[in-house]
């Protein structure tokens, strides 16, 4: 699990516990998030995703 799936799970864990309240607080769209996610995972994972597959 990397550092930004962890933040992501706890962004998700907050939502649920406040009934989804706190998702229009976020400062962009969920969605948006999640793109985010992924593009610094593929940069981060640029040289291990080699070693990986």
Not at 3 to 31: A, I
């Amino acid at each position: 699990m990397t550092l930004q799936e962890g933040d992501q799970k706890q962004f998700v864990r907050r939502d649920v516990n406040s009934g989804g309240d706190s998702l229009p607080l976020l400062p962009f769209d969920p969605t948006r998030l999640n793109e985010a996610i992924k593009q610094m995972r593929q940069s981060s994972y640029c040289s291990s995703d080699q070693t990986s597959s």
